[in-house]
């Protein structure tokens, strides 16, 4: 029973920052690999960012590397996204992915993110 609350969506122009949040349930969320993925309308859902239990290891999509951020802060049972130089491309419904130790998924509900021009 894990529950995925991501927040920190909005509207904004290009070349803003944005930070995305997503508060998990659950007392062992530091076992928990966290991912990031978005969904754009009419598009496939794809993935961004992904960090290791530990925070050790993360990994990006080629489209946001080097602007995108992921990082979890397992006092808080919280994963975030940090976002700078963003496009008009990255529009889309933003998705929050927890992994389990026995390999279940779990996804929160979304959260807005639109960069206009």
């Known amino acids: 029973q894990v529950q995925l609350v991501e927040s920190g969506g909005g509207l904004v122009q290009a070349g803003d920052s944005l930070r995305l949040s997503c508060a998990a349930s659950?007392?062992?969320?530091?076992?928990?690999?966290m991912g990031w993925f978005r969904q754009a309308p009419g598009k496939e859902r794809e993935f961004v960012a992904s960090?290791?239990?530990?925070?050790?290891?993360?990994y990006y999509a080629d489209s946001v590397k080097g602007r995108f951020t992921i990082s979890r802060d397992n006092a808080k049972n919280t994963v975030y996204l940090q976002m700078n130089s963003l496009k008009p491309e990255d529009t889309a419904v933003y998705y929050c992915?927890?992994?389990?130790?026995?390999?279940?998924?779990?996804w929160g509900q979304g959260t807005q993110v639109t960069v206009s021009s």
């Open positions: 960090i290791t239990w530990s925070g050790g290891s993360t």
């Open positions: 659950g007392r062992t969320f530091s076992g928990y690999a």
């Open positions: 992915k927890a992994r389990t130790t026995n390999s279940d998924d779990y």
